[in-house]
């Protein structure tokens, strides 16, 4: 695993004297302690090791019905594609579904004129092994489907590198928190706060591959399989931890 860790500018915050209060009976507020605040982001990459692919089947006929029933024998055709090329039913999830109207190219003073229907049906596929991405993308292509909308590749355990990134995040905040003080003429006291920021929580790099069936029909109308899988790399995820954490500073004498 390669590691590389990003620091955000240390923030150095002196907090002044309460104001007193109005009335003269009043005891004026104790000041705070100054502190010493900083911000770090940890950062670590992940092997990728699963994928979410959307297939996408559409279909067009004079009729509403026709249509629906020309795409659900094709989508149940790409389905059992899938699933021949490994992936388990619960991995399959239905996203999208509609029938709507074609029209014709409106006349001036005419009503619209609908000349078909279009089905379009989109499934959500779960890989779970990358070596498969590729076969199932060519079986999904193969079976009659028409569009793959997109292939996020993400990684399905970032706990460990999670952990790892905070621990880097919390050591640079320090070591600039220490190095603010220096220079401020003292020394870092106690921690007193210390954030994990939500929006560092792990956010891997999504990689999106586009691609249809045009231009892969032979004369005969049917998918040409190549002779190798599509080619999906999976890259790296990277992941991310964000701190924040205040250090009493203790003046130098």
């Not at 302690?33 to 670590?44: D, K, L, N, S």
């Not at 990684?155 to 050591?171: K, M």
């Amino acid at each position: 695993m390669r590691m590389r860790v990003s620091v955000v500018p240390v923030l150095v915050a002196f907090v002044i004297p309460a104001v007193i209060g109005a009335q003269a009976s009043q005891s004026p507020a104790a000041p705070q302690p100054p502190f010493i605040a900083a911000t770090a982001v940890g950062e670590t990459r992940v092997t990728p090791d699963r994928a979410i692919v959307q297939v996408t089947v559409d279909s067009r006929a004079q009729t509403a019905a026709s249509a629906g029933s020309d795409n659900r024998a094709r989508q149940d055709r790409v389905i059992d594609a899938v699933k021949a090329a490994g992936v388990a039913s619960p991995q399959i999830r239905t996203i999208g579904y509609r029938v709507t109207p074609e029209y014709a190219e409106p006349e001036r003073g005419k009503a619209p004129r609908v000349t078909g229907y279009r089905a379009n049906n989109t499934v959500q596929v779960e890989v779970r092994s990358i070596e498969n991405v590729g076969k199932v993308i060519d079986a999904a292509l193969g079976a009659g489907a028409t569009n793959i909308g997109s292939v996020g590749i993400y990684s399905s355990n970032t706990d460990a590198a999670r952990r790892e990134a905070v621990q880097l995040a919390v050591t640079k905040a320090r070591g600039e928190a220490e190095s603010a003080a220096t220079a401020a003429g003292g020394t870092l006291g106690t921690m007193i706060e210390l954030t994990i920021d939500p929006g560092g929580l792990p956010r891997p790099l999504l990689q999106q591959v586009y691609a249809t069936a045009t231009g892969m029909t032979t004369g005969g109308g049917d998918v040409a399989m190549a002779a190798t899988y599509t080619p999906v790399e999976a890259g790296e995820s990277l992941v991310l931890a964000v701190v924040r954490a205040r250090w009493q500073f203790v003046p130098g004498r």
